[in-house]
C-alpha cells in the first residue's frame, strides 16, 4: 500500500470543493482582471478554527473564493 499526503490547502471556489488543477485556472493575468472575476477571497490557516471546521480535509489550512457571478452550490 501506498500512502499519499496532501499538502495543499482545500479550495472551495462559489460553494464547491475544488481540485488544484481547476483552481489553478482561475488564476487572473492581471490585476484588472482579478478585479473583474473574484468577488472575495479568503485564506484561512492550518489549525485555525475556520479551517478546523472543514475537519479532515481543511488540516492543511482553506482557500475560499467567491467569483462574480459564480452561484454556491448546494
Known sequence: KSVSV??????IVD???TSPEDFAKLKPE???EHAE???SMESFKPGSKEAKSYGEKGRNGV???????????K
Open 37 to 39: 472575476r473574484f468577488a
Open 63 to 73: 482557500i475560499i473564493v467567491k467569483t462574480k457571478g459564480g452561484k454556491k452550490s
Open 6 to 11: 496532501v499538502t495543499e490547502p482545500l479550495l
Open 30 to 32: 492581471s490585476s484588472a
Open 15 to 17: 460553494g464547491k470543493e
